[in-house]
Structure formats: structure tokens, C-alpha cells
């Protein structure tokens, strides 16, 4: 039993406060390799990671509503 609260507790809190924080960081960052240098390979790959992670934020909310 306390395996699987456990379990569950580390699966809540890396969806509930590890990847929006994440999700914010690369976000930000995405936004300031973009102001410096936006055609850059770094600005092109953050920007991307920042895509991912907001379309796998926004698909779970959207399952977790219906």
C-alpha cells in the first residue's frame, strides 16, 4: 500500500510542480536566446522544447477536464 501512495505522491508532484516550473524556465530562456541571436540552433532548440512541454501540459488538462 505505501508503495503505491508513494508512487503516486512522485507522480503528482513531478506533473503538479516539476514541469510547469520546468516549462517556465525553458520558456524564459527560449525568449532570451531569441532576442539575442534568433536564427541560433540553441533559440531554435528551446523554443521547440517549450512547444513539447506546453502541448503535453495542455493535452493532460484537456483529458483531465472531460
Avoid: N, Y
Avoid at 503505491?4 to 510547469?20: D, E, F, H, K, M
Avoid at 517556465?24 to 523554443?47: E, F, M, V
Amino acid at each position: 500500500m505505501w508503495v503505491l501512495l508513494s508512487t503516486r505522491l512522485r507522480t503528482w508532484l513531478l506533473v503538479a510542480i516539476a514541469v510547469p516550473v520546468a516549462r517556465a524556465l525553458i520558456h524564459r530562456a527560449a525568449r532570451r536566446a531569441a532576442a539575442s541571436k534568433p536564427d541560433g540552433t540553441t533559440s531554435r532548440a528551446l523554443t521547440r522544447a517549450d512547444a513539447a512541454l506546453t502541448r503535453w501540459s495542455t493535452r493532460r488538462r484537456e483529458r483531465k477536464q472531460r
